[in-house]
Nanobody, 124 residues
Framework: QVQLVESGGGSVQAGGSLRLACAVA????????MGWFRQAPGKEREGVAV???????RSADSVKGRFTISKDNAKNTLYLQMNSLKPEDTAVYYC??????????????????WGQGTQVTVSS
């Protein structure tokens, strides 16, 4: 089992920054892909940035150069640093995990563990 708890969402003006954190508790011994997904009202959930056990990352084109995913293994915490935020970044952001090998995927499968979500609102 994997338990994920997000924090750090909030409201910010366009151009501002936020950092999301995801506390991770895992009791399974397997390679995990971990990442951040988001869902805006009326839209499907989409991958934002993901990382595998070896630290290989992948980001959506819409956030490249602005968002950075990282993890602190000592603290069992996953982060998403979001800079130069835009109104179109407004969404509920979810931390996710799933078993996977190789470069991580931005698609929803195989992520089958999800946090409760945290709201990010960017005003113009």
């Amino acid at each position: 089992q994997v338990q994920l708890v997000e924090s750090g969402g909030g409201s910010v003006q366009a151009g501002g920054s936020l950092r999301l954190a995801c506390a991770v508790a895992t009791y399974i011994k397997t390679d995990l892909w971990m990442g951040w997904f988001r869902q805006a009202p009326g839209k499907e959930r989409e991958g934002v940035a993901v990382v595998n056990d070896r630290g290989v990352t992948r980001s959506a084109d819409s956030v490249k150069g602005r968002f950075t995913i990282s993890k602190d293994n000592a603290k069992n915490t996953l982060y998403l640093q979001m800079n130069s935020l835009k109104p179109e970044d407004t969404a509920v952001y979810y931390c996710a995990a799933g078993a996977g090998l190789g470069p991580p995927s931005l698609t929803l499968p195989p992520y089958n563990y999800w946090g409760q979500g945290t709201q990010v609102t960017v005003s113009s």
